[in-house]
């Protein structure tokens, strides 16, 4: 069954590094997603993707993020200049008639 | 703004008690009400997907129903095996209509 990956599995960092996680969507989807989720707490929105540019986008989803489909089949989230708070889970997911398959995740650690 | 609450924040059942989670969800019109499976340290597994108010769907020992401001997620002689955390999340027509909301989850432990 084709599934969503995510490399790598684990990053630390420094505080004021950048960082790119990186997702290989599964094949025939269209829509793409990144999401958070700080430790305990609920899973968070931070982007959509569509068609090579971004459909939707949250709050949390400041200037120092960026989204990128650099070629068919990857996915990318770059965080320019890393925070403490950035510290977190990152799950990308991809969607077929508004079902989201989710991969499993990138934990971020930002010393 | 779409909000979604679930109840109750953890559950302990012993193996073979049925039960049922709660979420409670406002939303600028409804696109989808999802519930996922969640492991320690894992991405959310998709369960299920609930589309219109009286919906109702099942997978083995789990059953989803949908109403206008709720929904539950029904477990039938639950299994150590299901226990895990299980989401809730909405996507409405507001904005770009991509937004998905998740609750914080409700966690399940199923007792042998």
């Known amino acids: 069954e084709p599934e969503v990956t995510q490399t790598p599995s684990h990053q630390v960092t420094q505080m004021g590094q950048e960082v790119i996680l990186r997702c290989v969507p599964i094949?025939?989807?269209?829509?793409f997603y990144w999401y958070r989720q700080i430790l305990g707490q609920k899973v968070e929105f931070l982007v959509s993707f569509y068609n090579n540019e971004i459909s939707e986008k949250s709050e949390i989803f400041d200037d120092q993020f960026s989204v990128e489909r650099p070629d068919g089949s990857n996915f990318t989230l770059k965080i320019r200049s890393t925070k403490l708070e950035d510290s977190a889970m990152y799950f990308c997911?991809?969607?077929?008639?508004?079902?989201?398959?989710f991969g499993p995740g990138t934990r971020l650690l930002v010393l | 703004e779409d909000q979604v609450t679930q109840s109750p924040e953890a559950l302990r059942l012993q193996e073979g008690e049925s039960s049922s989670l709660n979420c409670s969800y406002t939303v600028s019109g409804l696109r989808g009400l999802f519930w996922y499976r969640q492991d320690p340290g894992k991405g959310p597994e998709f369960l299920f997907t609930l589309y219109s108010a009286g919906e109702e769907k099942e997978k083995e020992r789990l059953k989803a129903t949908l109403t206008k401001k709720e929904s539950f997620l029904h477990i039938t002689a639950p299994k150590p095996e299901d226990s895990a955390t299980y989401l809730c999340a909405v996507q409405g027509n507001s904005g770009g209509y991509q937004k998905v909301t998740f609750g914080t989850g409700t966690k399940l432990q199923v007792i042998p």
């Open positions: 094949s025939n989807h269209l829509y």
């Open positions: 997911a991809s969607t077929v008639r508004e079902t989201q398959y």
